[in-house]
């Protein structure tokens, strides 16, 4: 059954460094999505990309994360500098086109910052 | 904000039926009820998601009330495997709406 890959799967470290997230989607999937997910609270959507082009980053703090989808498959979530509250869980999600009943999750990256 | 309330936790016995209520009392006419449940240390997967009829699959039934202000998901066999937390949430069925998680219901099946 295919899944939706993340890497690493845990992340630690120091504050103002940078740090990236990979994220390879289902194959065939054009939506693709990133979550945060705070410790005892639900997923909080960060950026959804349509193939290679974002269609919601409204909750995405554009001053210290970016987000890439290069060629419309796999993508990048960057944080630089990181800060103590970037601490959490990290998802990736996909769906064969926005607005399907259901999303595919990958397993995660947690990053814990020190 | 999420628009849907539900327990903070709840207990069910392994065996018996596990019914896990939510209310949505300001859901529209185009929204549909989805549930997902988050087993730990995973990401989220979709159970099951109804707009006015109950919805049975090979995991879960859902049962909405016909004013659609509640609905209530069964697992008719609670395992040990169904600890997890079970979120609601309505969402308009298009493209460009996403769906937002509440705090969920964190569901403990007891040997």
């Known amino acids: 059954e295919a899944e939706v890959a993340q890497s690493p799967r845990y992340k630690i470290t120091e504050k103002s460094q940078a740090v990236a997230f990979w994220c390879d989607p289902i194959s065939g999937h054009a939506t693709l999505y990133w979550y945060r997910q705070i410790l005892g609270q639900g997923p909080e959507l960060l950026v959804q990309f349509q193939d290679e082009s974002v269609v919601d980053d409204s909750q995405l703090p554009k001053d210290r994360f970016s987000a890439e989808r290069l060629k419309g498959v796999d993508s990048t979530l960057k944080i630089q500098p990181a800060e103590l509250g970037d601490s959490a869980m990290y998802l990736c999600?996909?769906?064969?086109?926005?607005?399907?009943?259901?999303?595919?999750f990958g397993p995660g990256t947690r990053l814990t910052v020190t | 904000d999420a628009k849907t309330t539900q327990p903070t936790s709840m207990d069910c016995a392994e065996g018996r039926a596990a019914n896990l209520p939510c209310n949505h009392s300001t859901i529209s006419g185009n929204e549909y009820v989805y549930w997902y449940r988050q087993i730990h240390s995973q990401g989220p997967q979709y159970i099951i998601h109804g707009l006015k009829n109950n919805e049975t699959n090979e995991m879960a039934s859902l049962i909405i009330t016909e004013d659609r202000k509640s609905s209530t998901l069964i697992l008719p066999h609670a395992t040990l495997r169904d600890t997890a937390v079970y979120y609601c949430?309505?969402?308009?069925?298009?493209?460009?709406?996403?769906?937002?998680f509440g705090p969920g219901t964190r569901l403990s099946v007891l040997p």
């Open positions: 949430i309505v969402r308009v069925d298009n493209y460009g709406q996403n769906f937002v």
């Open positions: 999600a996909s769906s064969l086109e926005g607005g399907e009943h259901e999303q595919y």
